[in-house]
Nanobody, 118 residues
């Protein structure tokens, strides 16, 4: 079984930055895509960013494009989300996911809270 563990969340002021990490452990881990999703209170979970594990190709939601950057370190089985110019509307629980395609995610982390507030 694969486990994903997120870290790096916290409280930050508007305009600030955070870097989230997601490390995988367990049996042989070689997903096609890894991604970040988020869910704000009272809202549905939404896609944030994804990265193709082999090529490093990335894609970001329009709401975070230019502010967030996803990257990976395959040797460490870790994916990162660098979040800059944070806004209050970025407040949410952020989840890491790994999957067989960009549409199907088989493994999910437990989530890490990001709060953007003054």
């Amino acid at each position: 079984q694969v486990q994903l563990v997120e870290s790096g969340g916290g409280l930050v002021q508007p305009g600030g930055s955070l870097r989230l990490s997601c490390t995988a452990s367990g049996r042989t881990f070689n997903p096609y895509s890894m991604a970040w999703f988020r869910q704000a209170p009272g809202k549905e979970r939404e896609f944030v960013s994804r990265i193709i594990r082999s090529s490093g190709s990335t894609y970001h939601a329009n709401s975070v494009k230019g502010r967030f950057t996803i990257s990976r370190d395959n040797a460490k089985n870790t994916v990162y989300l660098q979040m800059n110019s944070l806004k209050p509307e970025d407040t949410a629980v952020y989840y890491c996911a790994a999957g067989r395609s960009v549409q199907v995610y088989d493994y999910w982390g437990q989530g890490t809270q990001v709060t953007v507030s003054s």
